[in-house]
């Protein structure tokens, strides 16, 4: 009796001592620094950034001979064929998902329309994840598309043919442009522009015009079709760039500022430093800053890593500091390129336009972004060699397009392999004898993970290797 008294007494103050600890056991154990429901703000303002920071990737300023490597010349040599794509699914575009699922959803809905109306913030990441998938599409060809980004309910999602994924950019720009209420707020934490849904509808039509004038080697028709109609709704000036401003303060300054703080691994190229200096463009000096003889010399392109080591960093020109400053904007797209398409659509006959007035109004736009003297671009214009070719318009706008477009390196290498112009020689030191890429090769994860889809993306793609060009480089 009195063994059985204790038991029991014990067994209540074990289970009195249990519910005092259980009582608050979610409180007590939840992190106040770290936060469980985050706004919708923050997601757009990280996803963001993530693009910026994937479009920080200088695979593409290389290949364009925008940009030679001074030592280690891995990238200018055509080393690595594969590369991973992964953080592109699992950063920028998972954070625009989530976006539109929470104001989707009628369960999350009403909490985030806290940082804006809906269908704005819906409209936003639909133009994101467009301009996101563009970035991947362009560089590896066929990708995840359709069955991405599902979680659990597609751990291996079929890839999609790049003219499918296309056809779907389009759609997803009318819709997202046509969705847009100017009259609702807008996002906050939108670094681009600052919630201005106008903007956002000019932003979604420039990129139309973009994805648009990609498919001239493919679909003219359809390419025609695309461009026209969204050039009526694009940027109309500077005034109207799609720029991520970044910071002068270490958490958000620009990562050209960071890298070069310490390291010179990125010069100016020849090849561009050769192209400008024969038709004295004044924005060389905004692109490179002199060597310590005072000129701009350009590193030569494609070394081996041997040859490279032998020039010194005080014979050759880095990025000038309007680029690697810390609040150098990041580009997304511009005025400038605009007005390059609108020319290539007015030379192939779309539009009504005089060409070459609006491949003159294309080069001033990219001067005045730039910061060029009105003198400085009235004389550069009247030059003979800058004069517009109506004969070889291809030539003309490509060449003009590839030095506007100085820092926007993945949109450099892809119009090149559109349009062929300009003529650039492949590396001397080229790993056994390789051409200029024309695509990235799918990783070995991809195979060991997706095997089956990967495999029908190859069969109907071409061999995965840097060679194959993608759907629309024909």
């Not at 479009?55 to 064929?81: C, H, K, M």
């Not at 594969?82 to 989530?98: C, H, I, K, M, V």
């Not at 420039?206 to 994805?211: H, I, M, N, T, Y």
């Not at 070719?389 to 030095?403: H, M, P």
Request: proline share 4%.
């Amino acid at each position: 009796m009195k063994t059985y008294l204790k038991i029991s007494v014990f067994a209540l103050l074990f289970a009195s001592l249990f519910v005092g600890c259980t009582k608050d056991f979610e409180e007590t154990n939840t992190d106040p620094n770290n936060v469980t429901d985050v706004p919708t703000s923050y997601l757009m303002t990280y996803a963001q950034r993530q693009i910026l920071s994937e479009r920080y990737n200088t695979t593409g300023l290389i290949y364009a001979q925008l940009f030679s490597e001074t030592q280690y010349t891995n990238t200018s040599r055509y080393e690595t064929d594969e590369a991973s794509f992964n953080t592109y699914y699992t950063r920028p575009l998972a954070n625009l998902q989530q976006i539109i699922s929470l104001n989707t959803d009628e369960a999350t809905k009403d909490d985030a329309a806290s940082s804006g109306a809906n269908v704005n913030q819906i409209a936003i990441a639909r133009i994101l994840k467009v301009y996101t998938f563009q970035l991947i599409t362009d560089m590896w060809g066929e990708i995840p598309y359709s069955e991405a980004l599902l979680g659990k309910d597609a751990f291996t999602p079929v890839y999609d043919t790049q003219e499918a994924i296309y056809a779907d950019f389009v759609t997803e720009l009318t819709e997202a442009a046509a969705q847009i209420d100017v009259s609702a707020p807008g996002m906050e934490g939108d670094i681009i522009f600052g919630g201005d849904m106008a903007a956002w509808k000019k932003f979604a039509n420039s990129l139309k015009a973009r994805v648009g004038i990609r498919m001239t080697e493919v679909d003219e028709a359809t390419a025609k079709s695309v461009v026209t109609s969204a050039l009526s709704g694009a940027f109309e000036s500077n005034d109207d760039n799609a720029l991520y401003s970044y910071l002068a303060d270490a958490a958000n300054w620009n990562p050209y500022y960071d890298h070069f703080l310490t390291r010179t691994d990125y010069a100016i190229s020849e090849p561009l430093v050769n192209y400008m200096e024969s038709l004295n463009d004044p924005r060389l000096p905004f692109y490179a800053d002199p060597n310590d003889a005072g000129d701009i010399v350009g590193m030569p392109f494609g070394l081996t890593n041997e040859d490279a080591g032998s020039i010194t960093n005080a014979e050759i020109s880095f990025p000038g500091i309007a680029v690697r400053s810390a609040d150098s904007p990041g580009v997304l797209l511009t005025y400038s390129e605009i007005l390059f398409i609108k020319a290539e659509a007015a030379a192939r006959g779309w539009i009504s336009d005089d060409a070459a007035a609006v491949f003159e109004d294309a080069i001033t736009a990219s001067m005045e972004f730039w910061g060029v003297d009105a003198a400085d671009i009235t004389a550069y214009l009247a030059q003979p060699e800058a004069v517009y070719d109506a004969s070889n318009y291809r030539k003309s706008i490509a060449e003009q397009k590839w030095v506007s477009l100085y820092m926007d390196g993945q949109e450099a290498w892809s119009e090149w392999r559109r349009l062929d112009y300009p003529v650039l020689t492949p590396a001397p030191g080229a790993v056994e004898g390789k051409a200029i890429p024309r695509r990235r090769a799918y990783t070995q994860n991809e195979y060991d993970l997706n095997e089956e889809n990967v495999k029908a993306a190859v069969a109907r793609q071409g061999e995965d290797v840097m060679e194959t060009r993608i759907w629309w480089d024909k």
